[in-house]
């Protein structure tokens, strides 16, 4: 069985991190480890969240699963939330990473032209040791340009996107996927741009009005279970695409709380299809 080694928070009411990694992976067949890297109370878009630190048990626990032989498919890193976090996570994928594990690195540092609450300069430096060492890295385009220092556009066209993804790939990332990109007013999708293969890859689908917490994580889970699976990158964004656009459709049919995050239980057996076509192609 394949096997994923995530390393985020746990948030405990909000469903984002490791409460949509965990139940994703699993359903897509495919073993879910976790290394929290803190547990909160809820999500950082609540007020007065509380949180327990767990960053003094990362290493620990690794040097623990070495000992006993245990390695992974794919190492998948989220919200890491502290420089001190971000800092330890790069020793735990230095210490487990067999050559043939993938680095998957969804830099959850902000949205909308802002960090995230607690989220600074020091981080955004740990990350980019992550990013340096990641086969995938798949930012939005707030985090493509904290990471690279760019100015941050509402508006853009391909080239300002095409450059962003291939600034971060400069800094040895193998390939980079910007997430949440408009190239139309009524379609959302990603840009790609594969370092190895010297090309770009992109995909629009139709555009839902409406944003939600968590849909990131959902994105990127979906895509490393597909590539674990075996799917080529192309294919497996396209289906964490699909799938993302679908959960969000089904959460506005539900209407609750936003911060409340999506609701992609009821999903779940839409994606098993979805992996069914495109691993039998
Ligand atoms: O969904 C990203 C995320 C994960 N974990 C925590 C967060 C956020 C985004 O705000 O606050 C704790």
């Known amino acids: 069985m394949k096997r994923i080694l995530t390393i985020q928070d746990i948030s405990c009411f909000g469903k984002c991190s490791i409460t949509i990694a965990l139940p994703v992976i699993s359903a897509m067949g495919v073993e879910s480890a976790v290394l929290p890297t803190a547990v909160l109370s809820t999500h950082t878009m609540f007020t007065d969240y509380r949180k327990k630190d767990l960053t003094d ?51 959850v540092i902000g949205d909308h032209g802002k960090p995230y609450a607690g989220i600074g300069r020091e981080y955004t430096a740990c990350l980019d040791r992550l990013a340096s ?43 980079c996927v910007v997430t949440g990109v408009s190239f139309a007013q009524n379609t959302t999708g990603f840009y790609g741009f594969d370092k190895r293969a010297g090309k770009a890859f992109s995909y629009q689908n139709s555009k839902i009005e409406a944003s939600y917490h968590g849909t990131g994580d959902l994105f990127a889970s979906t895509a490393v279970g597909a590539l674990v699976l075996g799917m080529s990158p192309d ?46 192609k």
């Open 57 to 107: 048990t990362l290493l620990p626990f690794a040097e623990q699963w070495k000992d006993n032989g245990i390695t992974f498919d794919a190492i998948y890193t989220g919200y890491l939330g502290t420089p001190d976090a971000a800092e330890a996570a790069v020793k735990v994928v230095e210490m487990l990473r067999r050559d043939d594990t993938l680095l998957f690195v969804d830099p």
């Open 133 to 175: 060492m990641a086969d995938h890295i798949v930012p939005n385009i707030t985090e493509a340009c904290l990471m690279t220092g760019s100015e941050y556009r509402a508006e853009y066209d391909q080239e300002y996107i095409d450059g962003l993804a291939r600034e971060i790939c400069r800094s040895g990332a193998r390939s």
């Open 235 to 280: 294919k497996a964004f396209r289906t964490a695409a699909d799938f993302t656009a679908l959960t969000i459709a089904e959460t506005m049919r539900r209407s609750e709380d936003r911060r409340f995050g999506i609701c992609f239980e009821t999903v779940l057996p839409a994606l098993l299809g979805m992996l069914e076509e495109n691993l039998k």
